[in-house]
């Protein structure tokens, strides 16, 4: 799947633009805040409903609008015909609207999953390096782009887990004199927080036990060193018996591996919030749950955050999005690949090798403040970004066939029939 043409309106500092897209390679070159990363953040946001920037819609509608549009024709594949046109309306003050070939969706949430990107930023170091929520929001994110309906199912953990919360902080302090009607509330709310949360997690661990294989793979690609990658769920409820962290030296995919039984991980859920139950009613906040996991990611022996170093911290934390990227490529829709900036934040050598592993993607969409930057097997359609244009650049000639060029191959992962489960 590639974008053919992007349309904006009123989108972050364009009041207008419209931008022609190939297949293969599209690089938009400009210096620092002229509006080249505002153009893969429309294609993102359409994708995903979601910014690798910001966490609110405001900023994303230029100063002095009330809404910004987003359009974009996208094309089933090189070799397909087919064509769809999305549309995304942000408001202001209203809710969000949708549309595909120009007819409204009852939910913009529909939008999701009809076109996937995958997303590379200099914002992604945090995956190996910030906080867990850095860490869940990147193997969630990956679950919603899978299975888009986990989008409702992640927002519903979230509404009962405030309503919860909400309980729980009225009672702060009570801790054994609740009386027995609260706590038949409060077991209603555990009963809710375990089907969902159980639901989420089952879903994480089997996108995790699925990735990481392919994430290993691609950073022995990447790294000049040929360490491992490995990935443990720390979860707050017991998983003993229940998941295993992979074994990227034998481990293949989700394909290979049954998956987490959802009805053990809610028993399980349902123990852990009845021992945590007094320390919850002092404390007056949800302790348990998949708000307060976290992944640990280690290379070889050593856990990646304090004491990988930056060059291999930014390995990881590439060999995971082109991960992502093989692991949705095998759910037969190719995501679109957007490099923001990263070109900057890399030596030669992991320049090279980024580029080698996604040059076959149908489409790349790369942001660099200086064109150089950019590696030269990334040949392609260019465009340079400045004063509210977007205009199409010079083309850089395809590499010389006589020069060797770097090569990755990342292998694909099993195919799954119970995908969309």
Known sequence: MFVEHLSLTDFRS????????????????????????????AVEYLSSLSSHRVNQDAPLI???????????????????????????????????????????????????????????SPND???????????????DGLVITRWPRMAGVKADYERVLRQRNALLKSLAGRGASAGAEIG?????????????????????????????????????EIAPVNDIAVADYRASIDLSDLWEPTRPDVDQGDATRPGVDRSALHERFLDALAERRRDELVRGVTLVGPHRDD???SIGEMPAKGYASHGESWSLALALRLASFQLLRADGIEPVLVLDDVFSELDSTRRDRLAASVIEADQVLVTAAVGTDVPRQLAGRRFHVGGGDVRPAPTIPDPDPAIPQPTASIPQPAQDDDSDD
């Open 125 to 139: 170091l945090a995956i190996v390096r910030g906080d867990p929520a850095d860490r869940r929001a990147f193997l």
């Open 14 to 41: 364009y009041v207008r633009a419209d931008v022609p897209m190939s297949p293969g390679v599209n690089t938009f070159v400009g210096s620092n805040g002229q509006g080249k990363t505002n153009l893969v953040e």
């Open 62 to 120: 230029r100063l002095g609008a009330d809404q910004a549009v987003v359009r974009a024709r996208v094309r089933a594949g090189t070799g397909d015909d087919r064509s769809l046109l999305l549309e995304l309306e942000i408001n202001a003050h209203r809710a969000n609207r949708g549309r595909i070939n120009r007819a409204p969706l009852p939910r913009t949430r529909d939008l999701l999953g009809v076109l996937r990107t995958v997303v590379f």
């Open 184 to 220: 038949a509330t409060l077991e209603i709310w555990d009963d809710q927080l375990a089907t969902i949360g159980a639901e989420l997690l089952s879903a994480r661990l089997d996108t995790l036990t699925a990735v990481m294989p392919l994430a290993s793979w691609a950073y022995r």
């Open 295 to 297: 992944i640990v990611l």
